[in-house]
Protein backbone atom coordinates (compact mmCIF):
# COMPACT_ATOMS: atom_id res chain seq x y z
CA UNK A 1 0.00 0.00 0.00
CA UNK A 2 1.73 3.15 -1.04
CA UNK A 3 0.35 7.01 0.06
CA UNK A 4 -3.04 6.58 -2.51
CA UNK A 5 -3.68 3.66 -0.72
CA UNK A 6 -4.17 0.40 -2.48
CA UNK A 7 -3.83 0.67 -6.12
CA UNK A 8 -6.47 -0.54 -7.85
CA UNK A 9 -6.11 -3.58 -10.48
CA UNK A 10 -7.96 -2.70 -13.78
CA UNK A 11 -9.41 -4.67 -16.78
CA UNK A 12 -11.08 -2.01 -18.77
CA UNK A 13 -8.79 -1.41 -21.95
CA UNK A 14 -6.65 2.00 -22.03
CA UNK A 15 -6.61 4.12 -24.06
CA UNK A 16 -3.68 6.84 -24.22
CA UNK A 17 -5.34 9.96 -25.52
CA UNK A 18 -4.53 12.92 -22.90
CA UNK A 19 -7.81 12.53 -21.81
CA UNK A 20 -9.07 12.20 -18.34
CA UNK A 21 -11.78 10.23 -19.00
CA UNK A 22 -13.02 7.19 -20.43
CA UNK A 23 -13.85 3.18 -18.78
CA UNK A 24 -10.35 2.92 -17.81
CA UNK A 25 -10.30 5.93 -15.41
CA UNK A 26 -14.19 6.12 -14.19
CA UNK A 27 -14.33 5.04 -10.41
CA UNK A 28 -10.66 5.29 -9.92
CA UNK A 29 -10.05 7.37 -6.74
CA UNK A 30 -8.90 10.63 -7.23
CA UNK A 31 -5.90 12.24 -5.13
CA UNK A 32 -5.95 15.97 -4.40
CA UNK A 33 -2.45 17.57 -4.99
CA UNK A 34 -0.88 20.47 -3.15
CA UNK A 35 0.68 24.07 -4.44
CA UNK A 36 4.20 24.24 -2.99
CA UNK A 37 4.42 27.61 -3.76
CA UNK A 38 3.09 30.30 -1.53
CA UNK A 39 0.37 32.47 -2.78
CA UNK A 40 -0.70 29.55 -4.99
CA UNK A 41 -4.57 28.75 -4.56
CA UNK A 42 -5.39 25.00 -3.27
CA UNK A 43 -7.70 24.25 -5.96
CA UNK A 44 -4.34 24.61 -8.29
CA UNK A 45 -2.82 21.62 -7.12
CA UNK A 46 -4.72 19.70 -9.41
CA UNK A 47 -5.31 15.72 -8.69
CA UNK A 48 -4.02 12.64 -10.02
CA UNK A 49 -5.61 8.60 -10.08
CA UNK A 50 -3.26 5.61 -10.41
CA UNK A 51 -4.02 1.81 -11.14
CA UNK A 52 -2.19 -1.35 -12.58
CA UNK A 53 -3.17 -3.18 -15.48
CA UNK A 54 -1.64 -6.55 -16.19
CA UNK A 55 2.55 -5.16 -15.17
CA UNK A 56 2.17 -1.68 -15.63
CA UNK A 57 1.44 1.13 -13.83
CA UNK A 58 -0.95 4.17 -15.32
CA UNK A 59 -0.56 7.32 -13.84
CA UNK A 60 -3.32 9.80 -14.66
CA UNK A 61 -3.23 13.77 -13.37
CA UNK A 62 -5.23 16.66 -14.41
CA UNK A 63 -3.18 19.88 -13.49
CA UNK A 64 -4.65 23.21 -13.89
CA UNK A 65 -2.99 26.05 -16.14
CA UNK A 66 -4.89 29.18 -15.70
CA UNK A 67 -2.63 30.88 -18.41
CA UNK A 68 -2.82 27.95 -21.06
CA UNK A 69 0.79 28.04 -21.39
CA UNK A 70 2.64 24.86 -19.72
CA UNK A 71 5.84 24.72 -20.00
CA UNK A 72 7.38 21.33 -19.20
CA UNK A 73 10.85 18.72 -19.28
CA UNK A 74 10.43 15.57 -20.30
CA UNK A 75 13.13 12.90 -19.37
CA UNK A 76 11.39 10.44 -20.74
CA UNK A 77 12.32 8.50 -24.18
CA UNK A 78 11.45 9.38 -27.28
CA UNK A 79 9.33 12.16 -26.27
CA UNK A 80 6.99 14.74 -28.58
CA UNK A 81 6.77 18.08 -27.41
CA UNK A 82 4.21 20.60 -29.35
CA UNK A 83 4.91 22.48 -32.14
CA UNK A 84 8.26 20.50 -32.55
CA UNK A 85 9.32 18.30 -35.95
CA UNK A 86 8.28 15.35 -34.47
CA UNK A 87 4.55 16.16 -34.51
CA UNK A 88 4.26 15.26 -38.41
CA UNK A 89 2.64 18.67 -38.85
CA UNK A 90 -0.30 17.84 -36.66
CA UNK A 91 -0.94 21.47 -35.09
CA UNK A 92 -3.31 20.05 -32.24
CA UNK A 93 -0.22 17.65 -31.31
CA UNK A 94 1.08 17.63 -27.31
CA UNK A 95 3.57 16.54 -25.66
CA UNK A 96 3.28 12.72 -24.89
CA UNK A 97 6.20 11.13 -22.82
Given at each position: MGIMGPLVQ???PVTIDGKPGGAFWEGLPAHKL???EGGVPAGM???VRAAVAGKYLYLGATLP????RVVA???GINPV???GEET???PDAR???
Open positions: QTAAPTGGDEPSGRSIWEGGGRRIT
